[in-house]
């Protein structure tokens, strides 16, 4: 289980949302990079040095640091829409190979490098993301197939590199795991219960689907 590539985003246009720019362009990098915690969302801060969210009310932030996509995943789009994609299409700062991300718990902690980075919440795809990859029904089939890939939070600071080993250092006691969880914010809201009471699940996703429940 590794990392092949550490992927860096090059400012970009944004025509899907109306925002000055998006940073889903992003490129394999050489050389370590620096992770750190970016503090609460709002800021456009995110965990690698050098890359940054532009959408500052939906993306970035302490519970969405570094985003991972397996390239097992990818090849399985690439055989689907009969197009390349290269490591960081999908917009992920960590192409990993051989760990199935989407199997991974919520609260599951990853030591890659000298950086800790725990399994925090899955990526919910938006209008930048379906504009980025111009695929007609995009949003629709991502959810159909259920392999949003994680978002991680920075649990101790380090640097990551291309070829690191990706070693699960915890699993805890549950069995939400990231596939599920984006069932039950998705399409199977039967599932949501399951998530309230997940201290990893991000604070402010619990207490929106608390209101949900309770409606």
Known sequence: MKV???NIGRPRPN?????PATGIDKWPVAGPVAVTAPGPKGTGAVGL???RAYDVEHHGGSDQAVYAYAREDLDGWQEELGRRLPNGSFGENLTTSGIDVNSAL???RWRIGSA????SCPRIPCATFAGWLAEAGWTRRFVAAALPGPY???????EVSAGDAVRV??????EVTVALSFRAVTTEPGL???LVELPAFPAEDRAAIRRRLSR
Do not use: F, Q, S
């Not at 991680?152 to 380090?158: A, K, Q």
């Open 152 to 158: 991680l939070r920075v649990v101790e600071p380090g």
């Open 106 to 108: 919520i609260g599951e």
């Open 4 to 6: 092949l590539t550490v």
């Open 169 to 174: 250092v915890d699993r805890p006691d549950h």
């Open 49 to 51: 040095a050098g890359d």
């Open 192 to 194: 949501l219960p399951l």
């Open 116 to 119: 800790l980075l725990e399994v």
């Open 15 to 19: 025509p899907w949302k109306r925002l």
